[in-house]
């Protein structure tokens, strides 16, 4: 019998944080195809069209394979060693001569865990400074910090099967049907077996036909919709005394808050009937175990991380914590976006989200590493691109990132990039971001990479290369050694697994992991050293000073670019099933030919009021900036509300983002953006960004 493939890899999707584990069967050193894992545990034989089609941008023509070196306004080919030597010169001069906090790095939710712990070590212990972030900076950082202050930990506290186990649930801010397919079809699925699920997003989302309810707050307004609900729950009797008195702390407070929010009330705020309000709380209040998922539609607003507390405020109040089917689930955007902070990659802490400024902890670290570690916290990505517009930050050292795409105020973002006097990118294409790189060294792909992601379950699990990194592109654990080698920092690891062993070693919420234990199941965090999983957080405690979960009594404020007579209407951004983020992987797929432009919805009487006909160019405006992008009338979208994505960079959708950023994580405000939007008189030809991939 003729062998179909010449190996068959399992491995795990480097599109979103459902984390669906895959099997990649290889034939001639390509990847001829993928189909699911049959027991992948988030998703139980099941992928979407990103995980099993859209792996051509592997071996797309474009893929860089030897490192570039700027000369003048080109770059030329050249030597890992002159290329290695270039960036040990340049970094040495400015760290000799402007100290080491001019220079930042960014690891990426893109790479595995033990790159983003490596990448953290050779901003530590390598150059000497904590300006390390990573892009959960600009997604889910307020949950991640909301989680920890209400309940102690920064992850999901159950595990996608707890949608099967719930009796209802509420999603908000999210559409998992585009974002997080899989996840979105075990919800559709759950919704046919009898889950009540009520859907709040200011745009119908396709969930909301399979829900019970949807409601579709004016963009901007979660807090006051979370605290309506807050409000019937309290009124009707449907809290859970006990529950209250016997692990939380600070109800008092809150319930004082929320007897304010009545639904009528929240209507004039939210524009949700007021009877909606009534019946979504009472769809979530009255049964024993409902679940609560969120995504970017929660964080990116100016006040995100306090919705994601007023989140745990609902969940606290009802008891709908730490049980089967009582769970709260926020829907991680990137492959390795949780992974990617728990392993250190932010400039405030190491692994385990523990500060850079306890002692214990940094003098650990210090005798792993045998450097001194600095207890000052570094800057935030934000703050990265301010220091180096005034000259503060001189150097970056950009991994798997491309910020001139997907950050907000993508013209100070390139301010910034130009200003510095050295950037080094770490990538597998020429992006937005390279055009103003001095360094670019070829990556790996996630098909091409060993170690581990933590999808958004929590869940260790292993990453293994089904074939290898074109040409002279490398793997990054080995790049990034060897630029620490060339500073004076030897990490001395053999392989991805024994980096996985030091993670164990120094932080006792990951003390058992190993790559040997991971299996085929994974582990969800935290792992006791024998090896015991945590599928559920909480059961019996919260991980706080007192074990005691915290409310937080937190009115609705105001977002912070509302709309006003110059631009009347709102824009609201996210994702699309065929496409993810910046769409450097995507646009180099089939999936190219299924969508291969991008749009913006608006709604039939705000399109005949501005006399835009469906297909016609429109000018987008904001208070920061302008796009051009194509009109499509539908009434998915409320009146007084546009939507569009952020794939494809010839419409440069971030243009239009300003600096507005959440209260406590500098997470942008990508959702709520003041636009004026007008018809154009000329519609100019369409070109697709990245023309059809040629395979190498
Ligand atoms: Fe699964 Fe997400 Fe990958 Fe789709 S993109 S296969 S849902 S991990």
Excluded at 30 to 56: E, W
Excluded at 300 to 316: F, P, Q
Excluded at 479 to 498: C, F, K, N, P, T
Excluded at 569 to 580: A, E, F, M, S, W
Aim: hydrophobic share 40%; with cysteine.
């Amino acid at each position: 019998m003729t062998q179909r493939f010449d190996s068959e890899v399992t491995t795990v999707c480097g599109y979103c944080g459902v984390g669906c584990r895959l099997e990649a069967h290889v034939r001639d050193g390509r990847v001829a195809s993928i189909s699911p894992a049959l027991d992948g545990p988030s998703n139980k034989g099941h992928t979407c069209l990103k995980g099993r089609f859209a792996h051509q941008f592997s071996r797309s023509r474009d893929r860089l394979t030897e490192p570039l070196i700027r000369e003048g306004d080109e770059f030329r080919t050249a030597t890992w060693a002159e290329a290695i030597d270039r960036i040990r010169a340049e970094l040495t001069r400015i760290k000799a001569t402007h100290g080491p906090d001019a220079i930042a790095g960014l690891a990426s939710s893109r790479g595995t865990n033990e790159e983003c712990y490596a990448m953290s070590r050779l901003m530590r212990a390598a150059v000497g400074t904590n300006n390390i972030d990573n892009c959960s900076r600009v997604c889910h950082s307020p949950t991640s910090w909301a989680l920890r202050k209400s309940l102690g930990l920064s992850g999901a506290t159950g595990s996608f099967d707890d949608i099967e186990a719930a009796q209802a649930a509420i999603i908000i801010g999210a559409n998992p049907t585009e974002g997080h397919p899989v996840v979105g079809a075990r919800i559709k699925q759950a919704t046919l077996r009898g889950l009540a699920l009520v859907t709040i997003d200011p745009r119908r989302i396709e969930l909301s036909d399979y829900a019970v309810l949807h409601l579709s707050p004016r963009p901007g307004t979660n807090a006051a919709v979370m605290l309506g609900l807050a409000h019937v729950v309290w009124r009707d009797g449907l809290l859970d005394h006990d529950f209250i008195a016997a692990r939380t702390e600070g109800f008092d407070e809150v319930q004082e808050l929320i007897a304010t929010y009545a639904p009528e009330q929240v209507h004039e705020i939210t524009g949700v009937p007021a009877a909606d309000i009534e019946r979504a709380a009472h769809v979530y209040g009255e049964v024993d175990r409902a679940s609560i998922l969120w995504g970017l539609g929660v964080t990116e607003h100016l006040y995100g991380s306090e919705v994601v507390r007023l989140i745990c405020n609902l969940a606290l109040m009802t008891g709908k914590v730490g049980r089967p089917g009582a769970a709260l689930l926020p829907l991680r955007g990137q492959n390795n976006v949780q992974g990617s902070s728990d392993m250190g990659a932010l400039p405030d802490t190491y692994t385990a989200y523990r500060s850079v400024a306890d002692e214990d902890v940094a003098q650990a670290f210090e005798r792993a590493w045998g450097e001194p570690l600095s207890r000052e916290k570094g800057y935030t990505i934000p703050q990265m691109f301010g220091a180096a517009v005034d000259g503060r930050l001189k150097a970056m050292y950009i991994f798997g990132e491309d910020v001139a795409q997907s950050d907000p105020n993508t013209a100070h973002v390139i301010k910034a990039l130009e200003s510095l006097e050295f950037l080094v990118c770490q990538d597998i294409f020429q992006t937005e971001t390279t055009r103003y790189a001095d360094v670019v060294l070829p990556a790996s792909a996630f098909l091409e990479k060993d170690g581990t992601f933590t999808n958004a379950e929590r869940r260790f699990q292993l990453v293994a290369p089904a074939i290898d990194p074109p040409g002279n592109a490398k793997p990054d654990l080995e790049i990034i050694q060897m630029v620490s080698r060339a500073l004076g920092h030897e990490m001395g690891y053999a392989d991805s697994a024994a980096v996985m062993d030091e993670i164990a070693a120094l932080t006792p919420e990951y003390a058992g992991v190993s790559h040997a234990r991971l299996g085929r199941r994974g582990l969800q965090w935290p792992v006791a050293a024998d090896g015991t999983d945590s599928v559920i957080l909480y059961r019996d405690q919260f991980e706080l000073p007192g074990g005691r979960g915290r409310f937080a009594a937190l009115p609705y404020k105001q977002p912070g670019d509302a709309a006003d007579q110059e631009f009347p209407l709102v824009l609201v951004t996210g994702r699309r099933l065929q496409h993810y983020n910046a769409g450097t992987m995507t646009r180099r797929t089939g999936n190219l030919q299924l969508v291969d432009r991008e749009w913006l919805e608006i709604h039939p009487d705000d399109a005949e009021r501005l006399w835009i006909e469906d297909g016609q160019r429109v000018s987008v405006r904001s208070r920061v900036g302008r796009i051009e992008v194509e009109a499509r009338v539908t009434d998915r979208i409320e009146p007084g509300h546009v939507f569009t994505a952020f794939h494809f960079p010839e419409v440069r959708t971030n243009l239009l983002i300003g600096s507005s950023a959440d209260v406590n994580t500098s997470c942008p405000e990508y959702k709520v953006v003041a636009v004026d939007v007008r018809p154009m008189a000329e519609q100019p030809a369409f070109t697709p960004a990245v023309p059809e991939p040629a395979l190498i």
